[in-house]
């Protein structure tokens, strides 16, 4: 067993690992065969000399992580120590700002999968990305587009979902079309919020440079020099997904976003989304980034809701299985 010690320099060792270490302990979860040590600003390490040179060399990509965006969370962590960590630090400074958003704000993607999105973007003109609650797909989808509009790369921007109702009946809800799914659509609403200043944005929807509709109104447009976002794609049925497809102009970028564990579909209708993405997985122009709950950007607490989620999902899968195995014996 060798050990090697590591000194933190220039970060102070209570902003990088927070409160009684828990970064650190979390950290050390990558490691079970290293034993890991913090006193002050010295990180001692003993073990095998392979798993240590992998712990220094994952120390370093946290460290310039830190030293790039001034904080460090487990899922930052977490990202960091898939394969391909490296990936999140290859774009510096400001290349790597989608936006400027409200009040200062530098909206980056934060993830490796958000990072394939732009990536992808940038070479094919339609994208799906799909993935659990929290990783950052809509939004990531939506400053793409605000960044393409303010490039002048595209003249307008459509916003749509399909307008399933996930267990609530909008039937209920006082006023117009609009005023009943407005609430429906708010995500949308609340990214841009955070993106343009809210007087623009209240001009910009009034004029049609920026428009949220229900997929329904996509029927039998073209939708030319603009930058369409197809949200909660999983809602959609077959049909649906290749009329939206199919309204592509000439001129255009598509992305389209879901979460193929909330489909609020009727059990009878396959969802569009799947459909699409097993069809066009071959077809040029066309990117697939799936996204996982390494890139859950929303309290830490949801990672592992999506996990235990996902347990018993399988467990139920599992049952239903035997029990079909069991019926179909007794019918021999």
């Known amino acids: 067993m060798l050990e090697r010690k590591i000194e933190i320099q220039g970060i102070s060792p209570a902003e990088l690992f927070g409160v009684n270490n ?6 050390k979860t990558y490691f079970p065969k290293l034993k890991v040590t913090a006193r002050g600003n010295v990180i001692t390490i003993v073990g095998d000399e392979d798993v240590m040179n992998e712990f220094e ?6 460290m310039s992580h830190f030293n790039q965006y001034n904080q460090l969370t487990q899922n930052n962590i977490d990202n960091l120590m898939l394969a391909d960590g490296s990936d999140l630090l290859k774009d510096k400074g400001e290349s790597a700002v989608l ?6 704000m530098k909206i980056r993607a934060k993830t490796i999968n958000q ?5 992808s973007i940038d070479i094919n003109d339609m994208l799906f990305a799909v993935g659990p609650a929290g990783t950052g797909k809509t939004y990531t989808a939506i400053a793409l587009a605000v960044r393409a509009l303010k490039a002048k790369e595209v003249k ?27 609430p429906y ?13 809210a007087e623009k944005l209240a001009d910009m929807l009034e004029f049609g440079i920026i428009e949220i509709a229900p997929l329904a109104f996509m029927r039998g447009r073209t939708l030319d020099k603009a930058f369409v976002i197809l949200d909660e794609a999983q ?16 001129t255009a970028k598509f992305v389209v976003t879901g979460d193929m564990s909330q489909v609020d579909l009727p059990r009878s209708q396959r969802s569009g989304l799947a459909y699409a993405m097993n069809a066009l997985e071959e077809v040029e122009g066309v990117g697939i980034i799936k996204m996982g709950s390494a890139d859950v950007i929303r309290h830490a607490l949801v990672k ?11 467990e139920d899968k599992r049952q239903a299985e035997l029990r079909l195995k069991k019926r179909n014996q007794g019918k021999d």
Do not use: C, W
């Open 22 to 27: 828990a970064k650190l302990k979390h950290l």
């Open 57 to 62: 060399r994952k120390f370093e990509l946290i």
């Open 99 to 104: 936006v400027h958003g409200n009040h200062g």
């Open 115 to 119: 990072k394939k999105m732009v990536g």
């Open 156 to 182: 307008r921007i459509i916003l749509t979902r399909p307008a399933v109702e996930a267990g609530e009946n909008l039937g209920f809800l006082p006023g117009d079309l609009k005023e009943k799914l407005d």
């Open 185 to 197: 659509m708010m995500p949308l609403y609340d990214a841009l919020r955070d993106m343009i200043p």
């Open 235 to 250: 809602n959609s049925t077959t049909m649906q997904m290749k009329m939206f497809l199919t309204r592509m102009g000439m």
């Open 304 to 314: 592992r809701i999506i996990a235990a989620f996902e347990v018993a999902e399988n």
